[in-house]
């Protein structure tokens, strides 16, 4: 039976963007085991008969010790299943599961570049940028080694520093969402306008940018419009502090809802999905949720979030760390409910293109059974 490690940072991470893909796989005779760290939902993944193995990983820390122990757990995991293929998804684990890959000989590697986060949003690449690159550059030298892109700048950032070749890389916009689980909901007719947005509280996300935009419109729309926060606080150092979060979410106009298991029933309460990223994302899943479900969106003109929205046709596209102009947008948006329904139509639609769970799984069992051959 063909084998199949899948190295994903958390096992909710996994669930919410991964769990489709490695249960097609297993139905079509992989042995799936997913390696994880397990934050409380490890259950949730045996439950659906997957195999879990516990991954000692700090998601954000820089400590030495911490990454020299995540490499020699997957070098050591690695040289007793050399037959298999191993998919690393995020920056992390393909830098560690990459090197320990390389080191173990292990069949065929395949490497999910989910978005490149903080370390490489800015425009000048920092020395920190530039040694995971030459890292990642040894490491893909070999063969049976796919690079997944979401978008078409990482992936032409690593072919411009020799990280892969062209042959290597592979393209899959989005971790996909399922369209019949996701359906189309007209905006709920309601007396108050939700604007929602969904994230980890991190700066990068957006989160002040969309709490100052809700203040510049407080005093047209106090009572008549909520803003809903949802997500968990994060570790790193650009986390939004529970005690910010507190002082700016009144519990009325703007509130913190922490994290949402049911993110599908919150869209389909909503009017408006606002999401003022700056972070280099993929493709952000909460934006293809988002237009499964049928809302405008408005976003940054950013790299991954734009490729969600099509500029005055499913939502807007703004500058990043803009606040008047969210506000100019979530302004028109809430006034003009014909636009809100026809932009919500377009991005269904956009959705059911693009977007579509079914072909991200035909992708990743066409990739795992190429590096099989």
Request: glycine letters at 6%; a positive charge.
């Amino acid at each position: 039976m063909k084998k199949l490690l899948m190295i994903v940072n958390e096992d909710r991470f996994f669930l919410s963007h991964r769990k489709e893909i490695a249960l097609a796989a297993q139905k079509t005779g992989w042995d799936v085991t997913v390696v994880c760290k397990d934050t409380g939902q490890r259950d949730e993944v045996e439950r659906i008969g997957l195999k879990v193995l516990e991954l000692p990983i700090n998601p954000t820390g820089l400590n030495l010790i911490q990454e020299i122990k995540t490499w020699r757990f997957l070098f050591t995991l690695y040289k007793k299943n050399r037959d298999a293929v191993v998919h690393h998804v995020g920056l992390k684990n393909i830098l560690w599961g990459g090197l320990a890959a390389r080191q173990a000989r292990v069949r065929g590697v395949v490497n999910a570049v989910s978005g490149l986060g903080a370390l490489f949003s800015n425009n000048k690449l920092s020395v920190t940028a530039r040694g995971v690159l030459t890292l990642m550059r040894f490491s893909n030298k070999r063969k049976n080694v796919k690079v997944i892109f979401q978008n078409r700048e990482d992936k032409n950032l690593f072919i411009q520093h020799g990280v892969i070749t062209e042959n290597q890389a592979e393209f899959i916009k989005g971790s996909g969402v399922d369209l019949n689980v996701f359906r189309f909901v007209p905006e709920p007719d309601s007396e108050t306008l939700k604007v929602v947005f969904t994230a980890r509280m991190v700066k990068e996300k957006g989160v002040m940018e969309l709490i100052e935009a809700a203040e510049i419109l407080r005093k047209e729309y106090e009572g008549r419009v909520e803003f809903l926060l949802c997500g968990r606080l994060a570790v790193n150092s650009d986390a939004v502090s529970q005690e910010v979060l507190d002082s700016r979410c009144d519990g009325r106009y703007i509130k913190w809802l922490h994290f949402q298991k049911d993110i599908k029933s919150i869209l389909e309460q909503c009017h408006i999905m606002a999401f003022p990223s700056y972070y280099r994302e993929g493709v952000p899943k909460s934006l293809i949720d988002a237009c499964a479900v049928g809302r405008p969106i408005i976003t940054t003109n950013s790299i991954g979030c734009k490729d969600v929205v099509e500029d005055g046709i499913n939502g807007f596209l703004i500058p990043v760390k803009d606040s008047e102009a969210l506000a100019d947008k979530l302004r028109i948006l809430i006034e003009k409910k014909e636009l809100r329904i026809a932009m919500g139509k377009a991005s269904r639609k956009k959705a059911e293109q693009e977007f579509s769970i079914e072909n991200v799984i035909d992708k990743h069992l066409e990739i795992y059974n190429k590096i099989c051959q």
